[in-house]
């Protein structure tokens, strides 16, 4: 029997935002939605049936819950070191379960989800709620409050970004791309390609012409980061400072130490254990917000 064992997982925030409807009028109204059975809680979306499962109430906090992918095809065997291959012992209707836990906190509608490169990644999360709420929905990575303030403050000038973004499986469920950003998939979807890579400069000899040109590109760089982008950074003149950012390594995130119970990590020890990480950035997500209230 598989003795217990200490692993690390990763945490990830985002903010959630969708397009208002008469029946999902927020990400709050929306998830208790599925919580009361007033909406489905399955979609199939990318080849697999994706399920929100026991999503319950977290006190005062928000709630909680995860989002099961099943595998019903080209599943793994299970052998010993020189046995026989033998099939999963599953019954019809059964699947290999693959999940990541989330903790939803509605103050800033921050969703808080563990890393699982088996399951699904947040983009699936997205087509998910997508399908089941009938409207837009988009997750927008947390970066840090320096960096956004950085990014945005008045006299920073933005002097070069360079991006590599993947080709999207469905283009239609993105976000709404600003000019620049839409330009730059087409480019991928018309090409063979599976991803883009492209950097753009301004020459500050012309600052006062290019200065809607800066301005379009900041907001390009808030779209980019919610395409998946492989590499995301920018240069920026603070008062004739050239500085880089990353705009991937300074997203807000955290790395927590659980007890795996056997083989497995039970779901309410990985929900305390997103609860401990946002305990420990709420203060960097609180100031995030603040300086986008500022800016």
Not at 139 to 154: E, H, W, Y
């Amino acid at each position: 029997m598989p003795r217990p064992s200490s692993k690390n997982i990763r945490v990830d925030f985002f903010q959630m935002t969708i397009t208002p409807t008469e029946t999902i009028a927020s990400p709050l109204q929306g998830f208790r939605a599925i919580m009361d059975g007033t909406i489905a809680n399955h979609h199939d979306n990318g080849g697999y049936k994706r399920e929100f499962y026991g999503l319950s109430n977290r006190g005062a906090i928000g709630f909680c819950g995860s989002l099961r992918k099943f595998r019903n095809d080209d599943l793994p065997k299970i052998s010993s070191l020189g046995g026989t291959e033998l099939d999963l012992p599953l019954i019809d209707g059964q699947g290999l379960v693959e999940h990541n836990c989330f903790v939803f906190f509605p103050r800033h509608s921050v969703i808080a989800i563990h890393y699982n490169v088996h399951a699904n990644h947040h983009t699936r999360l997205v087509d998910t709620l997508i399908g089941l709420w009938g409207t837009r929905v988009e997750l927008t990575p947390l970066i840090s409050a320096d960096t956004f303030r950085r990014l945005n403050q008045t006299g920073t000038t933005l002097v070069e970004i360079e991006a590599k973004i993947p080709k999207p499986q469905n283009p239609a469920l993105l976000p709404d791309p600003d000019n620049f950003s839409r330009h730059a998939l087409d480019m991928l979807n018309l090409s063979d390609a599976d991803n883009l890579t492209f950097k753009v400069g301004i020459d500050q000899r012309y600052s006062g012409m290019n200065r809607r040109l800066i301005n379009s590109l900041k907001n390009s760089i808030r779209t980019l980061s919610q395409y998946d982008p492989q590499k995301l950074t920018a240069k920026i003149d603070e008062n004739g400072i050239i500085s880089p950012i990353d705009l991937i390594a300074d997203r807000i995130k955290s790395t927590q130490q659980v007890e795996a119970t056997g083989r497995y990590i039970p779901r309410d020890t990985l929900y305390n254990a997103i609860e401990q990480a946002y305990a420990e950035v709420e203060n960097d997500i609180n100031a995030y917000f603040a300086t986008g209230e500022t800016n």
